[in-house]
């Protein structure tokens, strides 16, 4: 997990910083530097209690580990702690999030968006629908029903009407069905999913913005996952196609502490009308004093935010740049290159059948069995045996008729199947797959 190499990069960045203020009286804090040690042996020892969320062989739930640089410079920015709300809380880190934010609207080809950083994709959905709420009141905001289910909690909280989507056998949204929903006349915003978290399907995004044109109605899209795929080489034809459209919507967000390789939490939201702004400006006499130019809390639903995730995510877009055939796309390529193999090794097993063919990173898969109730018996049996194998999986549970499209030998004696879920976003799984495969059957035969 730690190398002496990352600790030396970190005490050189310390000593670095410490410059900058050399020239005033020499301070300490003290603290009680042995009780503190005990302290933190403990918090290490319980912190083992967690599953191994670094390794390629937690292949569960869509945890990445933070980029070394990531990592380095954000623990180095804690010694100032600055806070990214106002500008005399945090000038340089301010001034990173306002490149930073660029550098993610280009990569969507969007040159002078309206755009910040956020503690997450809940936070920035939340200022993205606070928008479209303000410029259509009262309208209904709509998404598919794999989208996630934090679009249904927000517009509650903006007292705005919601309505969920059905989404076909791929997993994306049903275009008919939204269609019909449109024809109503009271949609203002329409979700459009850039990868789902539970199928990692990614919505027709060209047949919405073909709608926009015979219905008035906003495009959020929802990036937090897949945003960053727009870069890979490796996407599907009808994928890239969805992606392509992305310059046409009126809002976005992504999650860099996904697979943009930065700790928890940073999210960004984009507006592509920069004068949208207008609905946050405020006046506050003891934040706003010290300068004339645009203070990031002027367009934020949010006050106090850490510079450090401002900081870290600046240091990893200089090392691994944000443009297609790069580093940092490349290992975007590895994760789906991994998907794509493992979900045609899946095809050949004698224990699983695969799902939809993965679009992104993500797989899902159902355990052979007679019925949909033994199918989800033995998804958790694997499932277990798998963990004591220390290889992590995650469970989803899935309506019983989308199964059944990809696996009709499954008799219907329940509503929904339990299926096993691998998100692959390490580019390590691509390495990793032969071992991950081996362990993954022999735990459904030791299940069996």
């Not at 310390?14 to 301070?27: C, K, Q, S």
């Not at 009680?32 to 912190?47: N, T």
Request: net charge negative.
């Amino acid at each position: 997990m730690i190398n002496a190499t990352e600790l030396q990069l970190l005490k050189d960045a310390l000593a670095r910083l410490a410059e900058g203020y050399a020239d005033l009286p020499d301070f300490k804090p003290e603290f009680d530097v042995p009780k503190a040690a005990d302290v933190l042996d403990e918090v290490a020892a319980r912190m083992q209690d967690n599953y191994p969320y670094y390794h390629p062989q937690y292949a569960g739930q869509m945890l990445k580990p933070p980029h070394p640089i990531a990592r380095i410079g954000y623990a180095m920015s804690l010694w100032v702690n600055p806070n990214n709300h106002a500008l005399d809380g945090g000038r340089a880190s301010s001034a990173m999030e306002k490149e930073c934010v660029v550098e993610l609207g280009r990569m969507f080809g969007w040159d002078n968006p309206l755009a910040h950083l956020t503690g997450g994709g809940t936070m920035a959905n939340l200022e993205a629908l606070w928008v479209s709420g303000r410029l259509h009141p009262g309208r209904r905001i709509v998404a598919s029903t794999q989208a996630h289910y934090t679009h249904s909690r927000i517009t509650e909280v903006l007292g705005l009407p919601f309505t969920a989507v059905p989404v076909s056998n791929d997993g994306r949204m049903d275009l008919d069905a939204l269609e019909v929903l449109l024809k109503n006349g009271d949609v203002g915003t329409v979700v459009a999913t850039m990868g789902n978290t539970g199928l990692g399907a990614v919505d027709p995004l060209q047949a919405i913005v073909e709608l926009q044109r015979d219905y008035e109605f906003r495009i959020h899209a929802d990036a937090a996952y897949g945003g960053y795929f727009v870069l890979a080489d490796e996407l599907r034809n009808e994928t890239r196609a969805a992606y392509e459209q992305l310059t046409a919507v009126d809002s976005i967000v992504i999650d860099p502490h996904k697979h943009g390789l930065q700790p928890y939490g940073c999210g960004s939201v984009l507006f592509k009308d920069p004068s949208v702004g207008a609905l946050y400006k405020h006046d506050s006499p003891f934040t706003y004093f010290s300068s004339a130019e645009l203070h990031l809390g002027e367009i934020s639903l949010e006050c106090s935010r850490p510079g450090a995730s401002a900081v870290a995510l600046w240091a990893t877009q200089q090392l691994l740049p944000l443009v297609p055939g790069g580093e940092f796309a490349a290992i975007l390529d590895d994760c789906l290159i991994a998907a794509g193999q493992f979900w045609s090794r899946l095809r050949d097993s004698s224990n699983f059948v695969p799902l939809m063919t993965p679009e992104l990173d993500i797989v899902v898969y159902a355990v052979k069995a007679p019925d949909s109730s033994k199918a989800s018996d033995r998804a958790r049996q694997v499932f277990a045996a798998a963990a004591e194998r220390n290889l992590h999986l995650a469970l989803i549970e899935l309506p019983i008729e989308l199964v059944q499209e990809y696996a009709p030998g499954i008799r219907a004696d329940s509503e929904t199947v339990t299926c096993l879920r691998s998100v692959l976003m390490k580019p390590e799984h691509l390495g990793w797959l032969e071992t991950i495969v081996d362990v993954l059957e022999t735990s459904a035969d030791a299940a069996r």
